[in-house]
């Protein structure tokens, strides 16, 4: 089973910053946290990751909280065509060197005009 | 970000035939690759894992004699959906790291599969 929770659904304005969060209070210390996003019918979209410290890139911002047991996904300046499913994941060590990433049911953010 | 592409991108079969889905990393090498299966309105199920020479890790409830999976090189892996049925009919997508254990992990665009 996942092992994060997010809200099922989120509404934002264009052109506002959409915060999207995402609880994993059993993340181990050496979990990342991963975000993607699907839009219908295609393969999911790599947005970011991070392990500790808030990371930034020209998608998003990742605010991971100190205890590591939350985190917040930011799409500075949303736009309609950031409507989709939002994925937060936790990846986990499945043997060895590799790992894996179960999804759960995600966050519809609907960008509205 | 890192392109990873699947062949074909929808396939129609008859009920009892095989099927083979590519998936290519493009411009780098992946030592993992990973299968996933989504049905209509629900979350991707991670199928296997396989890592480059190796064979496939299931993941339970995947039956590996129906769902051959080859990763022969470090930028090929095929899907081949032995004696298909209609139930196998999903949204099959496939994904790619490389080695580095920060690696991101990228996504395929998707086959769509109906088996008639």
């Known amino acids: 089973d996942a092992k994060t929770t997010q809200p099922p659904s989120m509404d934002c304005a264009e052109g506002r910053a959409a915060n999207l969060p995402c609880n994993h209070s059993t993340i181990s210390g050496n979990e990342y946290v991963y975000w993607y996003r699907q839009i219908h019918s295609q393969g999911p979209q790599y947005i970011i990751h991070?392990?500790?410290n808030n990371e930034t890139n020209e998608m998003a911002s990742l605010i991971i909280t100190e205890d590591r047991k939350s985190s917040t996904l930011i799409l500075p300046h949303a736009t309609l065509r950031d409507t989709a499913v939002y994925y937060c994941?936790?990846?986990?060590?499945?043997?060895?060197?590799?790992?894996?990433?179960?999804f759960g049911k995600g966050t519809l953010l609907t960008v509205n005009p | 970000g890192a392109v990873v592409s699947q062949h074909p991108s929808r396939v129609i079969c008859k009920s009892g035939t095989s099927v083979k889905i590519e998936c290519r990393s493009l411009?780098?090498?992946?030592?993992?690759m990973f299968w996933y299966r989504q049905f209509p309105k629900q979350s991707l199920m991670l199928m296997a894992t396989?890592?480059?020479?190796?064979?496939?890790?299931?993941e339970q409830g995947v039956e590996k004699d129906k769902f051959l999976i080859n990763h022969a090189s470090l930028t090929l892996s095929t899907l081949t959906v032995t004696s298909a049925h209609p139930e196998d009919s999903s949204f099959y997508i496939c994904?790619?790291?490389?080695?580095?254990?920060?690696?991101?992990?990228?996504f395929g665009p998707g086959t769509r599969l109906t088996v008639t």
């Open positions: 991070g392990l500790k």
């Open positions: 994904s790619a790291r490389d080695w580095r254990e920060s690696s991101e992990q990228y």
């Open positions: 411009d780098f090498q992946a030592t993992t």
């Open positions: 396989s890592n480059e020479g190796s064979k496939a890790t299931y």
């Open positions: 994941i936790v990846r986990v060590n499945s043997g060895g060197s590799n790992y894996k990433l179960t």
